[in-house]
């Protein structure tokens, strides 16, 4: 535990010096995020000069045409700003494969629905492994708001298994009717827009932003938080069995809950696959974290601060995992497992899926240990993200978190 706080900590040292570092933008893409800087300002302006930080991330990520979400530059892999486990090895998705091969396995017509598929990396390849294991779904569906990602997912899937791609369908909101089947979400959360409060006193504030000219540019401001927040605020403190002490601040989605309940709402029997980077409720609102979890990638760097290359940037957030089971239960579903990736994925055979010892290359044994080593080690992937299985009408147990449950962190 004190481990990953020390972690954190390290890492926001690195950031803060990594920010002073961030590579030069070319001409066009400074012109998009000067044309989302002066909408976010004319917003700003209709708002009575300045918007919640939850609105400016909205618009910094997804604001049509201009957000980083919905413009065309490249996201993913090397050539983007941060990689995923899925273009990392495709042995993670092979052991999302192994979970999903045995869980439609209890599901009737069970479908596969992946939100945000990135790159698309991650449906071809767990695609690809079904077919193996002689166990595909009839359709497979990929809601992908971002038309630039679509037409990279296309592409991936076209390339890889091109003979599977008629099994394949995007859609652009929630399908209408009822589906069963498995939901898969990687990496999407942690994405969602937050809100940002500030402890002042015996009083809650909530961080907003303002434009202060073309030398300062945005800053951050508060004002007493609304009722929601500061009752949300209060909730995760009575959770916690203590108050927050002064000037502590962090994070609140208040947009978690709601996916997985517009979510559900639309799935018959489901069983929804969570990972992302985040913590239970204890430890994401720790004493020592005071200055909560945002973090922003560009080109492979990582830096706090949220008012840099906006629209160019990404701009993230930990998840609280705690927060997820109380909407899976608020809504009548069931938490199934929570725990590390690391457990997660050796539990769904991850040591098994190595290469034939009597046939593989020595540069292929390595290249199995240094891929293993990074999706499990705690100082790489393996700790510092979670896995959370949610079910609802579902009976019968799933693969993942058999060797290490975590549920006692919620």
């Known amino acids: 535990m004190n481990g990953n706080r020390s972690d954190f900590h390290k890492q926001v040292k690195q950031a803060e010096q990594d920010s002073q570092q961030l590579p030069v933008p070319d001409d066009e893409q400074l012109a998009v995020s000067e044309a989302l800087k002066r909408r976010i300002i004319q917003e700003m302006n209709a708002s009575g000069g300045m918007i919640s930080f939850e609105q400016f991330m909205q618009m910094a990520l997804y604001e049509p045409g201009l957000g980083y979400y919905a413009a065309g530059s490249r996201k993913f892999g090397e050539q983007g700003d941060f990689i995923t486990s899925p273009e990392v090895s495709s042995l993670f998705s092979h052991c999302l494969a192994n979970f999903c091969q045995q869980t439609l396995a209890n599901i009737p017509a069970g479908h596969i629905l992946e939100f945000g598929a990135g790159s698309g990396i991650m449906a071809a390849d767990i695609l690809s492994e079904l077919e193996r294991r002689q166990a595909l779904p009839e359709r497979y569906f990929i809601l992908e708001l971002s038309a630039d ?68 540019g945005f ?19 009575a959770y916690l069995g203590q108050e927050f002490a002064e000037g502590y601040e962090s994070e609140l989605s208040l947009m978690h809950a709601q996916w997985l309940e517009s979510v559900q709402a639309i ?138 449950d975590q549920l006692r962190h919620l």
């Open 149 to 216: 990602c679509q037409q990279r997912q296309q592409q991936t899937l076209q390339d890889k298994v091109p003979h599977l791609l008629e099994r394949v369908e995007w859609l652009q909101q929630l399908p209408e009717q009822p589906i069963n089947g498995v939901v898969l979400a990687n990496e999407l959360l942690d994405a969602m827009p937050v809100q940002r409060f500030y402890i002042d006193g015996t009083n809650i504030k909530q961080y907003c932003v303002s434009w202060a000219g073309e030398q300062q």
């Open 267 to 404: 799935m018959g029997q489901a069983v929804f696959l969570l990972i992302d980077y985040g913590y239970g409720r204890p430890e994401y609102y720790h004493p020592q974290r005071s200055m909560g979890t945002l973090m922003c990638h560009y080109r492979h760097r990582a830096h706090p601060d949220p008012f840099k290359l906006v629209g160019l940037q990404d701009i993230t957030s930990y998840v609280d995992f705690t927060t997820l089971a109380e909407a899976a239960v608020s809504n009548g579903m069931d938490v199934l497992g929570y725990t590390s990736q690391c457990g997660f994925l050796l539990d769904c055979g991850l040591q098994a899926m190595g290469p034939d010892s009597d046939s593989a290359t020595e540069q292929d044994l390595l290249r199995f240990s240094q891929q293993v080593k990074t999706l499990t080690l705690p100082s790489e992937m393996g700790e510092r993200f979670k896995v959370m299985a949610i079910g609802k009408q579902f009976q019968g147990a799933v693969p993942g978190f058999g060797l290490m």
């Open 219 to 237: 800053v951050t401001q508060t004002r007493p938080a609304p009722e929601y927040l500061q009752a949300q605020v209060r909730h995760c403190q």
